[in-house]
């Protein structure tokens, strides 16, 4: 006679949460296939039409090295033209996404922490980011005066909005059974401060800090193409588009867009670094220590 096979157990739901996470579903070099597949299309539409508007994505490669990274090993393969024109907009990008950060954390912890102090302070902050920075040029010109304290000041009063937010919104979503535990072993302010409240903060602070970080690269570009600016990529712009020079006005977007790209890598790894492989953050990535 033969045995009766035993019947498959069905997985449990403990089980079942226990499995490994599945590989991603677009393999890195696809992704890139992607990308390097719609450049073609750009590289063969472009030659098929020999239009000056509209140029290769080639030419505009070669163009953008030879004028900014055609320099000596020494000096970074960077020319004259791209220490005048890079390193002065990555310098106001820096001040303004790092002034904005460090305001935006400790003021969003500092009202994210107190229920009187969300409530009272919730009304401004919802005026005060829909307020869009450009509207406010003019009073950063009479307060700062036309140059970089002005540029750095819209750069900051645009990016500060998304940090501060998401940073109360991550303190105010710290797990209370974990403060009442901190209570009983008697930490102090700053121990549970940084033991419990910064942790559980870090998703939603680090998408506060990118959204900052693109809205610092737009608002870069906006405040140099305004009178009075001498350097910079978007004067680049402003003044490649005055002396119809329509292939520098393509390598400087060339140029904003590989920024942009590597600056949000650069940030991605350092949130997997100190969060983990958060993909987004959900209504409990509030809670995640």
Not at 139 to 157: L, R
Not at 191 to 205: D, Q, V
């Amino acid at each position: 006679m033969t045995q009766p096979q035993p019947q498959p157990q069905p997985q449990t739901q403990r089980e079942r949460s226990a499995r490994p996470a599945p590989a991603p579903t677009v393999p890195f070099l696809l992704r890139w296939a992607v990308f390097l597949g719609a450049v073609l299309c750009w590289e063969l539409a472009a030659r098929a039409q020999h239009s000056v508007y509209f140029p290769p994505p080639l030419r505009i490669a070669r163009h953008a090295r030879d004028l900014w990274f055609s320099g000596t090993a020494g000096h970074l393969f960077l020319t004259a033209d791209a220490v005048g024109t890079i390193l002065p907009s990555l310098g106001r990008m820096a001040a303004g996404f790092t002034l904005a950060a460090v305001a935006g954390i400790a003021l969003g912890i500092a009202v994210g922490r107190s229920r009187r102090a969300y409530a009272l302070c919730n009304p401004v902050l919802q005026f005060a980011r829909a307020v869009p920075p450009p509207a406010l040029v003019p009073v950063f010109v009479v307060v700062f005066d036309v140059g970089t304290p002005m540029q750095v000041a819209s750069i900051v009063f645009g990016a500060v909005w998304p940090v501060l937010v998401n940073s109360a919104e991550g303190a105010r979503a710290t797990d209370p059974l974990r403060l009442q535990v901190a209570a009983v072993l008697r930490l102090t302010a700053p121990e549970r401060l940084w033991f419990l409240i910064l942790p559980s903060a870090l998703p939603r602070i680090f998408a506060g800090l990118r959204l900052s970080l693109s809205l610092c690269l737009i608002l870069m570009v906006f405040s140099e193409l305004l009178p009075g600016s001498a350097d910079g990529i978007g004067f680049t712009l402003t003044d490649a588009q005055t002396r119809s020079d329509l292939l520098t006005v393509w390598s400087a977007l060339l140029l904003l867009g590989a920024l942009g790209y590597l600056l949000n890598t650069g940030l991605l790894a350092l949130e997997k670094r100190l969060v983990g492989p958060v993909s987004s953050p959900g209504p409990s990535a509030g809670r995640t220590a």
